[in-house]
């Protein structure tokens, strides 16, 4: 069983940056995810990355602002957020995938983390 925790969230002013860190309780050869929800909305794809790193996919919405990267020594994937808008604001999750490719499907996640809340104030 893989555990995930989240860290780095934060309140954070439109405009600004935050890092979100995943750090995995044991090495994993698979797609790490990160997705969000906001208050009454369901549980959205951000950007996923692939085992080594090499490939990775985005959400429209994120597209350009957002880098998801991964550390495999240090069992970790992190999510680098620029220029932040405040419909950014939700609670982010990181999720481990059963592929080894980039996958934007919430039903190819395993095992999630217990997520970290953004709040971009405007």
């Known amino acids: 069983q893989v555990q995930l925790v989240e860290s780095g969230g934060g309140l954070v002013q439109a405009g600004g940056s935050l890092r979100l860190s995943c750090a995995a309780s044991?090495?994993?050869?698979?797609?790490m995810g990160w997705f969000r929800q906001a208050p009454g909305k369901e549980r959205d794809f951000v950007a996923s990355?692939?085992?080594?790193?090499?490939?990775?996919s985005y959400a429209d919405s994120v597209k350009g602002r957002f880098t998801i990267s991964r550390d495999n020594a240090k069992n970790t994937v992190y999510l680098q957020m620029n220029s932040l808008k405040p419909e950014d604001t939700a609670i982010y999750y990181c999720?481990?995938?059963?592929?080894?490719?980039?996958?934007?499907?919430?039903?190819?996640?395993?095992?999630w983390g217990q997520g970290t809340q953004v709040t971009v104030s405007s």
């Open positions: 990355v692939n085992w080594n790193g090499a490939s990775t």
């Open positions: 999720a481990n995938s059963y592929t080894s490719n980039p996958s934007i499907h919430r039903s190819e996640y395993l095992h």
């Open positions: 044991v090495r994993t050869f698979s797609a």
